[in-house]
């Protein structure tokens, strides 16, 4: 198994473990260190009364995309908690699959950052968004 | 009916007629023109592996809060779409019943700017957020 | 001297200290635990082509309110650095004095948050801007 | 002269015609349509009592790159004014000359959207940065 293939193993079992992720739908891809894309279906219920994706759903998809791609570089040992997220919104986000990717920019020692990005089918940026995190030292780690 | 309840009742019309603010579960507590409060329970799905809300989450229920005081200004003849939003995690969200409040800080002619906060159970901030709005004219209405 | 007063003069110590701080020509009207108010007068310098302050130099205010005002929270003995900032520019900055106003939502023992506010001299809103900020024991204390 | 000699020539024009951008001491390394590298070196009087350059300063560098790649897609004919400003701090900028990176992510008929980076000497990220712009028909052009 290489590294690639660990990190894709990694986040899969994350996802799975969290309802809140697998129940929301999203799809690892791809992943190696720092950089995560994620694929994306909206159910009816996730559209407005438009038909077009609500903002806060496509926030929490890029969110779960940058998040995801600090997690492949904290890996397990270290947690990290949202401390701010910016969303752009370029372009209404029309029926289809959407792809999210998500970018670490740096990771330190206690403040990482990272971009996002989500693609409709046709390759076009929907949303750009860029966070902060705080990473800590996980306390069983810590402790142990 | 005084101004307040007319615009209580447009909103609260315009949740019930979208399946994703309804099935959100978002109730409007009260609102003026301006400012709406809403209240929120977070439902076990909508939470993570440590128990807690999930910040895309939070970022839904802010947003909703901000978009519908922007909508208690423009009313129903304008449409308004998110351009940008961006939001600070305080605190993490532990169970229990929250209040998110959004806020209008300048509606122009083609612009429009909110604050939003949402409150646990305690009165804590958990979360502070602010956003930008494209404003339009009604299509139908412009051609009406 | 009250608690206020020493707080204020902490700060105009800080600012006089500051090549930075006293040549951008900012003066500190009143301060207090956790919210700081801040007096500026435009030079011509840092206008733009229409006559309007150049929002870099609006956003500098306001970051300067928000610091500080972390500043008189935190105390001398631990150092604040800006992790994020973001602006809102809700109307351009005609001529006159500005006021801008720091106030902390929340200094944790990591991360401290704040939120700004840029009034002109008939007290209508000009800028909104929100900042997290990491938080660090200084240097000689940690050590001492 | 090519496209790009011609948009470079316009950007220079506008920094000279400006106090406020010809007394910040930026210069036009290269641009084309969407995309302008700035250089910049920090005076003495822009940093703070650390020697590190101060964060309003690097707001308002990368806040020029953005402005000025936004204006070399909408032309003379257009204005364009900033809505809201996002900077992430990633690194503290040491002294030496300093690189900002303003690239277009959409520019549509109202709403404009773009990204910023600045890049210390050793080409290691210090900010990252993104912006939304309002995208007005000139008056003049509009009347004329």
Redesign the interface.
């Known amino acids: 198994m290489t590294d690639e293939d660990a990190i894709a193993d990694d986040l899969r079992t994350r996802i799975a ?5 697998s ?1 929301f739908g999203v799809e690892v891809e791809e992943a190696r260190r720092g950089e995560v894309r994620l694929g994306w279906e909206a159910r ?6 438009q038909g077009l994706v ?4 496509l ?3 890029v ?2 995309a940058m ?1 995801l791609a600090v997690r492949s570089v904290v890996g397990e040992a270290r947690r990290h ?12 986000a029309s029926p289809g699959r959407l792809r999210a990717i998500g970018t670490t ?2 990771v330190g020692s ?2 990482a ?1 990272a ?1 996002g990005t989500i693609f409709d089918a046709n390759d076009r ?1 929907l949303v ?1 968004a ?1 966070a ?1 995190y ?1 990473v800590t030292a996980d306390r069983d780690a810590a402790s142990g």
């Open positions: 473990a969290s309802p809140f992720h129940g009816d219920e996730r559209r407005n009364l609500h903002g806060g759903v926030a929490t998809l969110d779960m998040g908690v949202t401390i701010e997220m910016t969303v752009h919104f370029l372009r209404p920019q740096r206690q403040i950052f971009d940026i750009r860029t902060a705080s």
